[in-house]
């Protein structure tokens, strides 16, 4: 029988309470997650599960473009960038190249910095 995980139950509840922001963020800091937990994997020839993280960055990523509001010049951007790492981690996949690992690792990183900065600034401009 399977026993639930209190802390399941905290995540959920702040995935369904937490602005739009905060969603976007959670995304971008899973995909790090992942990402880094994929390199542990291929470090430790643990290629199926470096299969499973990378396929979760890529559906992170198509979460991502999924949510664009393609009203903004920039949504055009960020879809053409999240298209190129998807194809990047695709590519680490198959060759469990950690070198592409490390690209698709910093532009995580880059989205999710600016993400918290642009909230911050958001945040700052609203006070």
Known sequence: MYKKNPYDKYTNNNIYTAPKEELTLML?????????????????????????????????????????????????ELNTLYTYIISRTREANMKKSLEILDEVRDLTRDFRDTWKEAMKLAKTNNQ
């Open 28 to 76: 971008y800091e899973g995909a790090l997650k992942f990402v880094n937990q994929a390199v542990i994997a291929i470090e430790a020839n643990d290629f199926a599960k470096a299969n499973d993280l990378l396929i979760r960055v890529q559906d992170i990523y198509r979460e991502l473009q999924f949510t664009l509001n393609h009203k903004y010049e920039i949504s055009k």
